[in-house]
């Protein structure tokens, strides 16, 4: 008898409550269709935590987040946080504290919806890089010198470069074995060149595998032009989260794109887009990214944990979302339709319900 997982579910910000509410009530769905081994917990985290804790990330929260097997993310209004008054980014923590260093966005095109066709996989690193909240050992890693001058400071290590193109490629070998190496190494030679060279010594451990490399403007272009030439990207943190953002949008929707931060022991499934503070309580929230990403977050769950009961509610919960933006019928308005937050995701267990008997 397989021990009970813990599945931690943290709001968030926004319409964090009101999708967290939608990809809990599925994941419980499935947890009863497939018979799964999980536990669902629950914690308060960002500004209400903020409210009435002083901090966004409660200590007994963090506790939680290290002691469980998978968190369920809700989008956070970082903006808003002042880390001096306890706005810890609880996404970072979970990217540098919890070891969650790959940051996984497949982007699929769907529908007609879909500005152009594509079927492909960024693969982000996501502990290092330009961001100021994680690439020091002590402080940040932005200052301003004077009123008039601030300065960034961008962190790439070989280490970190080498296991997530590990991930990249043993993905790649699961698709249709292409790696491209997004960089900008004509202009940044010592960090970029240092990620390249990673890259490429791992590129020798899987010769199956192509690996070609692409500057990131060139990149961004490409992606417009001709997606669908593409299989796996592998970036660093910066590149990585705009050039996601750009290839899901394209493919159909920010709403409509799935995330999952994984490292060794933990995951979390995050949806792509942000907090929506402006239609946050209007029941308007599009749950399907979240859904998407609790789909992925199953399946790394399969796959580390050795549970084939989580692959078969992935791949079920996957076929039911697609289903649902093919037909076009039940969507949210950020997606051309009517439908409320609750009424997509009825939409959703009645199509779990209807994979259900014709699968027995």
């Known amino acids: ?32 269709i497939y018979e799964l081994p999980v536990q669902i917990s629950h914690g308060v985290i960002g500004l209400k935590a903020l409210a009435q ?28 946080y ?49 961001y100021a909240d994680r690439n020091m050992y002590r402080g940040l890693g932005e200052m301003q010198l004077t009123e008039d001058v601030a300065i960034s400071v961008r962190k790439i290590t070989r280490q970190q470069s080498e296991r997530i193109a590990r991930i990249a490629f043993e993905a790649a070998r699961e698709r249709r074995s292409h790696v491209t190496a997004v960089h900008k190494a004509n202009n940044f030679r010592i960090t970029d060149g240092l990620f390249l060279e990673a890259v490429r010594a791992v590129a020798t451990e899987f010769p199956d595998v192509i690996l070609s490399d692409q500057l990131v403007d060139s990149m961004a272009a490409l992606l417009v032009r001709q997606p ?42 995050q949806a792509q ?12 929230a599009n749950p399907l990214s979240i859904l998407r990403s609790l789909a992925l977050m199953l399946e790394w ?28 019928l039940i969507l949210t308005p950020d997606l051309g339709g009517t439908a409320s937050c609750q009424e997509v995701t009825s939409a959703i267990l009645s199509s779990l319900s209807e994979l259900r008997e014709t699968s027995e």
Do not use: W, Y
């Open 301 to 328: 769950i399969s796959i580390n944990r050795g549970i084939d009961q989580c692959k078969h509610a992935s791949i079920v919960l996957e076929t039911a979302i697609r289903t649902l933006v093919v037909d076009r």
């Open 1 to 32: 008898m397989t021990d009970a997982l813990n599945c931690l579910m943290l709001p968030g910000d926004g319409i964090g409550p009101e999708i967290i509410e939608s990809a809990e009530t599925v994941l419980q769905s499935l947890i009863s």
């Open 273 to 284: 887009h942000g907090s929506a503070l402006d239609i946050a309580g209007t029941g308007r």
């Open 82 to 130: 002042v880390p001096d008054e306890g706005g810890i980014n609880v996404s970072a923590f979970c990217r540098t504290e919890l070891g969650m260093f790959a940051n996984l966005r497949p982007c699929v095109s769907l529908n007609s919806s879909a500005l152009k066709s594509m079927d492909l996989l960024i693969v982000r690193e996501a502990s290092e890089g330009f």
């Open 53 to 80: 804790t002083g901090t966004t990330m409660p200590p007994d929260v963090e506790q939680c987040m290290r002691a469980a097997d998978m968190i369920v993310l809700g989008p956070l209004d970082t903006m808003a």
């Open 228 to 269: 669908e030439v593409f299989d796996v990207i592998l970036t660093t943190n910066l590149f990585g989260d705009i050039l996601s953002d750009l290839a899901s949008e394209l493919s159909g929707s920010l709403g409509i794109g799935g995330g999952l931060l994984a490292g060794t022991h933990q995951c979390a499934a």
